[in-house]
Every structure is written in structure tokens, then in C-alpha cells.
């Protein structure tokens, strides 16, 4: 049976055993659930195997720059208030190339999903180490292994005091439908890091590898207290998968536009416009 969501007659450019199919897999179930309507949800992404996960859904998407998937969403999300916007893409496109962008779509609160595969590696230009490589990993760039310390993107994002911080792993399907669909229901910016595997250039996060080095952050912790969340972000083994913080406060679109209608439906009154332009 056809999935509302599942763009049919396209050939899906992912190495067998892949993680994006997970993802991919995850990210249609969950907009069913919340029955949201293809017309109203925009999926932006930039460049990379992850970022070609838009293009497997049917809805409206956004195909840009690497990198800058994150400010087109903003602005998609800031014409049209109504939308469901998501901005996706791998780890290298939204912490290395985009990074940027991600410290400041957290400080400006947009109301968006940020969902994020991280394998760890550059999958689609071959295997060099990206952002988040751990130390030591061996690519065909870093022969001799990576010696930078690995972003962690769960720990700065609740140090730029994001309102909803997650981490899954693709492998446990059952947390992360659960948190992805939390994600889909707050209101304000919302970062997904998704655990996956490449299962082509990075032979050492593999599936196994991360269900061993991961565990579920528990029903003790309590997703309302920035302090012990922070705490946990910068456990790294195992890394805590979960929602790690969460709460509402106003958004970018609430504090900066006064009218929730699409901007193409706004009428301005081109006499006063000129009025005050002359005047000046």
C-alpha cells in the first residue's frame, strides 16, 4: 500500500544497508500520524546524501546551497506562519558548512524541525571526516586519523538555550518515531540529532557500534531542567539518546511579524507608502 507521504517512480540514490532509509522511512510515518497535509509541509535541505532524503517525500521542498538550508527555512517559515517547515541535512551540511546558520536559527527560536543524520563522515564526497568524526577515525584525507574534538551539537545547542534539544539513534525506531513526532508538536525551533550509519565510508560507526555506545537517557531525567540536560549532553559513553530539554517561549515569527497571514495575502496601501517615503 502507497504511503501519503512516499514520492512513487524515483530512484533513491543510497548505498544498500544505508541509515537514511530509516530516516526516510521515519520522517513520512511521522507526518502521517499528525495527518498533516502535503500542501502545508516544506522540507528545505542543501547538499549530501542526507540532504536528498526531500526529494523521497512528497511534499513541497526546497532544494538549495550546501549549507544553507537553515536561513531559507527561516524565511519560508517567517512568509507563510501556517507552514510545517523542516530543515534537513547531514552532519557535515548543517555543522560544518552550515554551522553558522545553526547557532543563529537556535537564537532566533525559529518554529522549525531541524533534522539532522549524523553518520559521523562525509558520505557523498567520499569519506573525509566531518564535524562530528571522532578523534582518531581514518579517512582518505585524515590517513593518519582525525585529531580535532568532535562538535557536539546536542551540548552547544543547549548552551545557545534551544527550546526542544533531541538525540536518537536510527537503530531504535520506537524512540525515535516517538521523539521526532515530539519535535513535530513544539512550538519553536527544534534540533533532531539522528544517529546513523554510512555504511559504506565510515566503517566504524556502525549499526552495532552505536547501540553500544548509546543508551536511552531514562524516565529519572527530567527534560524541564537546562542544567541537568547540559550535564548529560556532555556524556559521551554512552551518548544519551532522548529528549534531552524542552520548553516554549515565543518564536522568531511571533516577535517580529504582527499578522499570521502569508505574506502574498497581505494588501498595503501604496498612497500612505509613497506619503512617507516623500517625506523623507
Known amino acids: 500500500m ?6 512513487e517512480n524515483v530512484d533513491i540514490a543510497w548505498c544498500p544497508g544505508c541509515g537514511n532509509f530509516g530516516i526516510l522511512k521515519l520522517v513520512r510515518e511521522v507526518l502521517d500520524e499528525l495527518a498533516l497535509e502535503q500542501r502545508n509541509v516544506v522540507i528545505v535541505s542543501g547538499i549530501g546524501q542526507a540532504a536528498k532524503n526531500p526529494y523521497y517525500v512528497d511534499a513541497n521542498m526546497f532544494g538549495g546551497l550546501h549549507g544553507r538550508a537553515l536561513p531559507v527555512a527561516t524565511a519560508v517559515k517567517a512568509a507563510n506562519p501556517a507552514l510545517t517547515v523542516v530543515a534537513e541535512g547531514g552532519d557535515g551540511d548543517m555543522y560544518g558548512e552550515g554551522g553558522n546558520h545553526f547557532l543563529h536559527a537556535v537564537r532566533r527560536n525559529v518554529d522549525l524541525v531541524h533534522i539532522v543524520h549524523n553518520n559521523m563522515v562525509y558520505g557523498l564526497t567520499k569519506g573525509q571526516a566531518s564535524p562530528t568524526s571522532l578523534r582518531g577515525f581514518r579517512s582518505p584525507v585524515q590517513v593518519g586519523g582525525v585529531v580535532n574534538e568532535p562538535l557536539n551539537p546536542v551540548a552547544l545547542a543547549l548552551a ?3 527550546g526542544f534539544v533531541a538525540r536518537v539513534n536510527i537503530g531504535g525506531a520506537k524512540l525515535a518515531r516517538e521523539v521526532l513526532k515530539a519535535a513535530f508538536l513544539h512550538r519553536g525551533y527544534a534540533l533532531v540529532d539522528i544517529l546513523q ?8 560507526n556502525t549499526y552495532a557500534w552505536f547501540k553500544e555506545h548509546s543508551r536511552e537517557l531514562g524516565t529519572e531525567h527530567d527534560a524541564t531542567d537546562r542544567e541537568a540536560a547540559l550535564r548529560r549532553a556532555l556524556e559521551t559513553e554512552p551518548m544519551p539518546l532522548g529528549i534531552f530539554y524542552r520548553e516554549e517561549r515565543p518564536t522568531f515569527g511571533e516577535q517580529v511579524r504582527r499578522s499570521t497571514a ?4 497581505l494588501r498595503h496601501d501604496l498612497k500612505r507608502l509613497q506619503e512617507r517615503f516623500d517625506a523623507y
Open 2 to 7: 502507497s504511503h501519503p507521504f512516499e514520492r
Open 160 to 162: 545557545l538555550n534551544a
Open 197 to 204: 550509519p554510512c555504511v559504506t565510508f565510515n566503517p566504524l
Open 262 to 265: 502569508p505574506l502574498h495575502t
